[in-house]
Nanobody, 123 residues
């Protein structure tokens, strides 16, 4: 059974950092594209960052470029999202997702989803 479990969310002050983890079970992450998405109240879910399975190429949304870094540890079957210089507008529920054939960082491309972890940036 494919399962993704996010962790690492919480409350952080503006300018602070958090590292989200996405642990996979039931499949090997190496062969899957992985994406981080977020959804703020009243907003659509948006792509934050994705990493391909083939060559490890990465994508970042304009609002997080230069502040967030996606990485994968295949030995631990885990993908991370390092978030630095956090802003109040980064507040959202963050989801990780996996797909065997996704080529773009879009919610419609990903079949498997975690339950999400809340990130709140506030002073």
């Amino acid at each position: 059974q494919v399962q993704l479990v996010e962790s690492g969310g919480g409350l952080v002050q503006p300018g602070g950092s958090l590292r989200l983890s996405c642990a996979a079970s039931g499949f090997t992450l190496d062969y899957y594209a992985i994406g981080w998405f977020r959804q703020a109240p009243g907003e659509e879910r948006e792509g934050v960052s994705c990493i391909s399975s083939s060559d490890g190429s990465t994508y970042y949304g304009d609002s997080v470029e230069g502040r967030f870094t996606i990485s994968r540890d295949n030995a631990k079957n885990t993908v991370y999202l390092q978030m630095n210089s956090l802003k109040p507008e980064d507040t959202a529920v963050y989801y990780c997702a996996a797909d065997r054939v996704a080529t773009i960082c879009s919610t419609s491309e990903f079949d498997y989803w975690g339950q999400g972890t809340q990130v709140t940036v506030s002073s």
